[in-house]
């Protein structure tokens, strides 16, 4: 398993590095960028989430799932908790891009080409539950804390966003054992295929604007990408192999590690810019945590199968 993704990440890397030429010698501008991110959240993504759920349905699947999201559930919850504890409010310090950035990952980005990797259709599948769960707590507890106000409106939003409608078509479809007819699921076929080249080509271009030699000298940095990449990965991987039943299906536990072990989300960064926080240091972290997360993603899968042959 470790394998696969130390091979996935580095392909990658390899095409976040294409973004990054295409940015440095002018053939995609960061405003174009926008555009192509906004391409990629609000219909390559949610057209391979719908795609996820094209499966025939078994009681076993519809199980599986349901168990995701109870352990997505708690595993965020988890991490939430926990780094308000270890990330303290300080006067002058932004708190609240670190313990976001900590928290929440860039699990639609990373984790879908990922888990696809390691599962193919089964795994996004389960990852859907993760990314739901991702959406409804970053759209509420997420901006509480960016925001400094209570605006529980914001969840009822998201339900209506591209990538939710897609999970409630997938699901819909799924149950009621819908299918589309050939020539439009060859379609969203290729669409789907696009997800990976693309998302990792805007990550290289987004990270093309950081300045990478203030980067490296900024220990907090570090700090929040240790807490998001190795600590809180170890902890949730420790506890979903030591306190998961024997028979829950080992494709939902490494999903759920690896969408948690993914860098942070680059949502930050755009609540950052939209409550006008300090942008540069989340689109800081962003980047350092991306680069970082091709060395630390293969260590985190390694120690989790190592886990889960002494404790299997």
């Known amino acids: 398993m470790s394998e696969i993704i130390l091979k996935q990440t580095l392909i990658m890397l390899i095409l976040m590095l294409v973004g990054i030429v295409c940015s440095k010698i002018g053939i995609v501008t960061q405003q174009s960028n926008k555009d192509l991110s906004k391409f990629i959240l609000q219909i390559i993504n949610p057209v391979v989430i719908f795609m996820s759920y094209q499966a025939d349905y078994k009681p076993e699947l519809a199980k599986n799932l349901l168990i995701t999201f109870l352990i997505s559930f708690l595993t965020l919850a988890f991490s939430i908790v926990l780094i308000h504890l270890i990330i303290r409010e300080k006067e002058g310090k932004d708190t609240a891009i670190e313990r976001f950035s900590s928290v929440y990952s860039n699990c639609g980005f990373m984790g879908i080409p990922l888990v696809n990797a390691m599962f193919g259709s089964e795994g996004v599948f389960y990852l859907t539950a993760f990314i739901t769960v991702f959406n409804i707590l970053a759209w509420t507890h997420g901006i509480i804390i960016i925001s400094g106000e209570k605006n529980f409106r914001q969840a009822l939003k998201v339900m209506y966003s591209p990538t939710m409608i897609s999970i409630h078509l997938g699901i819909i479809c799924f149950f009621a054992r819908i299918r589309l007819p050939e020539i439009p699921y060859q379609a969203a ?14 990550s290289g271009i987004t990270m093309s604007a950081t300045n990478t030699a203030a980067l490296v000298k900024k220990l907090s940095i ?16 420790f506890l979903i192999v030591l306190l998961c039943p024997h028979d829950v299906d080992m494709k939902i536990k490494f999903t759920v590690i690896v969408a948690a072990s993914a860098p942070p989300a680059a949502m930050c960064t755009l609540q950052a810019v939209r409550y006008n926080k300090n942008s540069v240091y989340a689109s800081e972290i962003f980047t350092a945590g991306t680069i970082l997360s091709v060395i630390t993603l293969p260590i985190i899968t390694k120690l989790t199968e190592f886990l889960t042959k002494i404790m299997g």
């Open 222 to 237: 570090y700090k929040v990408c240790f807490f998001k990449l190795i600590f809180i990965p170890l902890v949730i991987s």
């Open 189 to 202: 076929e290729f669409i789907s295929s696009m997800n990976t080249p693309m998302a990792m080509i805007v």
